[in-house]
């Protein structure tokens, strides 16, 4: 890329764009194709993500030679994502999914709620078990505020592997990669410890099973 | 609140941040769906992205296989010739599509059909008439194309038809140029 960014004059520079297209086109178009609805939407998003890479002398691409924390490639993916998603919102608008979201967070919500009620024997907390019982729906409202205190307590890694895993529904082979564990066993392990402990917190806010 | 840069974005992805950082960038990436949804979006792609496969020997193999093809030059070989264990770093290329029908004689001609492409985008299919003339063209995502209705062809006569796949950015790989007729009806 130096060629590319030191090129002194407009043949330099363009010998050295070819290069530069050679070794990361396929990521580009890659990267393109996921997001794009159709083969013409993903051509129009490749053309545009060139574009802007070009644009104002190779601005964007200077900027990773002033942070190199990571590697270039995945730098690239991650730029040229947001640039495909710029010009698809700007073509298409933004999905409009943000209500159908809050249903979404509460059913998994639950799900995580079903999950540790289960663990504690206390499945019968459950929102489905406590909609004809006022002193169950009680005992329910107790659990997912203990549940929100419980979470609250968690260091940040856990709750993204949390929100990851039961929000996000991502298995455990793609968290390791998100979060850098060195095996899905790993996350499976990490999952069971900090369910284990939001169990024993809901114990000791007295969240000890069905009975009142 | 901010939203995760990509630089940060990218080190995370790529374990290059110091425990501070990192922290901070995970209890974001837990609040934030936006950020959090980058994080999963740009995993994906990266792992999921397309290699070049390259044949990589050790130096140890090398001198291998040169010493047995310079004992092999010793004696005369009667079957066909062996190449080195040595191979230029290759590119990997897409299979070509196949065509499947129609070809030869034919009693019906209307749906072609041919072999599907890894990770082709779309097929380019063009019919000749015996002088070349091309008589049809049509792109398609499917690996089967319909004549329409308006395009008779005329039997015993001879056609030729080929079928290109896009596997990349102006790149197509072609199949065979195969040829069929469709047989005279009886009179």
Same mark, same amino acid.
Request: aromatic content about 8%; overall charge positive.
């Given at each position: 890329?130096?060629?590319?960014?030191?090129?002194?004059?407009?043949?330099?520079?363009?010998?050295?764009?070819?290069?530069?297209?050679?070794?990361?086109?396929?990521?580009?178009?890659?990267?393109?194709?996921?997001?794009?609805?159709?083969?013409?939407?993903?051509?129009?998003?490749?053309?545009?993500?060139?574009?802007?890479?070009?644009?104002? !002398?190779?601005?964007?691409?200077?900027?990773?030679?002033?942070?190199?924390?990571?590697?270039?490639?995945?730098?690239? #993916?991650?730029?040229?994502?947001?640039?495909?998603? !710029?010009?698809?919102?700007?073509?298409?608008?933004?999905?409009?999914?943000?209500?159908?979201?809050?249903?979404?967070?509460?059913?998994?919500?639950?799900?995580?709620?079903? &999950?540790?009620?289960?663990?504690?024997? %206390?499945?019968? =907390?459950?929102?489905?078990?406590?909609? !004809?019982?006022?002193?169950?729906?009680?005992?329910?409202?107790?659990?997912?505020?203990?549940?929100?205190?419980?979470?609250?307590?968690?260091?940040?890694?856990?709750?993204?592997?949390?929100?990851?895993?039961?929000?996000?529904?991502?298995?455990?082979?793609?968290?390791?990669?998100?979060?850098?564990?060195?095996?899905?066993?790993?996350?499976?392990?990490?999952?069971?410890?900090?369910?284990?402990?939001?169990?024993?917190?809901?114990?000791?806010?007295?969240?000890?099973?069905?009975?009142? | 609140?901010?939203?995760?840069?990509?630089?940060?974005?990218?080190?995370?992805?790529?374990?290059?941040? %110091?425990?501070?950082?990192?922290?901070?960038?995970?209890?974001?990436?837990?609040?934030?769906?936006?950020?959090?949804?980058? =994080?999963?979006?740009?995993? @994906?792609? &990266?792992?999921?992205?397309?290699?070049?496969?390259?044949?990589?020997?050790?130096?140890?193999?090398?001198?291998?296989?040169?010493?047995?093809?310079?004992?092999?030059?010793?004696?005369?070989?009667?079957?066909?010739?062996?190449?080195?264990?040595?191979? /230029?770093? #290759?590119?990997?290329?897409?299979?070509?599509?196949?065509?499947?029908?129609?070809?030869?004689?034919?009693?019906?001609?209307?749906?072609?059909? @041919?072999?599907?492409?890894?990770?082709?985008?779309?097929?380019?299919?063009?019919?000749?008439?015996?002088?070349?003339?091309?008589?049809? /063209?049509?792109?398609?995502?499917?690996?089967?194309?319909? &004549?329409?209705?308006?395009?008779?062809?005329?039997?015993?006569?001879?056609?030729?038809?080929?079928?290109?796949?896009?596997?990349?950015?102006?790149?197509?790989?072609?199949?065979?140029?195969?040829?069929?007729?469709?047989?005279?009806?009886?009179?």
């Amino acid at each position: 890329m130096s060629r590319l960014l030191d090129a002194a004059d407009s043949t330099a520079r363009e010998v050295a764009w070819k290069a530069f297209l050679e070794t990361h086109s396929r990521l580009l178009l890659h990267t393109a194709r996921k997001l794009g609805r159709d083969y013409d939407a993903t051509m129009d998003a490749y053309a545009y993500l060139l574009n802007q890479l070009r644009r104002d !002398d190779f601005r964007r691409l200077r900027a990773y030679v002033s942070d190199d924390r990571s590697k270039f490639t995945t730098w690239l #993916v991650v730029v040229a994502r947001r640039l495909c998603l !710029d010009h698809f919102r700007e073509r298409y608008g933004r999905p409009t999914d943000a209500r159908a979201r809050g249903g979404e967070t509460r059913l998994v919500r639950r799900q995580l709620v079903d &999950l540790l009620a289960e663990k504690l024997d %206390a499945s019968s =907390l459950t929102a489905h078990a406590t909609a !004809d019982n006022p002193e169950m729906r009680l005992r329910a409202d107790e659990l997912n505020r203990a549940l929100t205190a419980a979470l609250g307590a968690l260091e940040a890694r856990e709750r993204l592997l949390l929100k990851l895993r039961f929000e996000d529904g991502l298995p455990a082979r793609e968290i390791a990669g998100i979060m850098g564990f060195a095996t899905p066993f790993h996350v499976y392990r990490r999952l069971n410890t900090v369910l284990g402990r939001l169990q024993a917190a809901l114990r000791q806010r007295g969240i000890e099973g069905p009975e009142p | 609140m901010r939203h995760l840069e990509s630089g940060e974005v990218a080190a995370y992805l790529d374990n290059a941040l %110091a425990p501070a950082d990192r922290s901070r960038i995970e209890a974001h990436a837990g609040e934030c769906d936006e950020c959090r949804a980058e =994080l999963i979006e740009a995993e @994906w792609l &990266l792992s999921t992205r397309p290699r070049v496969r390259r044949w990589y020997v050790p130096a140890g193999a090398v001198a291998a296989a040169a010493a047995v093809i310079l004992l092999l030059w010793a004696r005369p070989v009667s079957g066909p010739a062996r190449s080195s264990g040595y191979r /230029e770093p #290759v590119v990997t290329t897409s299979v070509a599509p196949a065509i499947v029908a129609p070809r030869g004689t034919a009693t019906a001609a209307r749906l072609l059909v @041919w072999t599907a492409v890894p990770s082709a985008d779309r097929y380019r299919l063009t019919l000749f008439d015996e002088t070349g003339s091309v008589v049809w /063209e049509t792109q398609t995502t499917d690996t089967t194309a319909l &004549l329409p209705d308006s395009m008779r062809l005329r039997p015993g006569t001879n056609y030729l038809w080929k079928v290109e796949a896009q596997t990349g950015w102006n790149r197509w790989v072609a199949s065979d140029l195969v040829e069929f007729s469709l047989v005279p009806p009886r009179p």
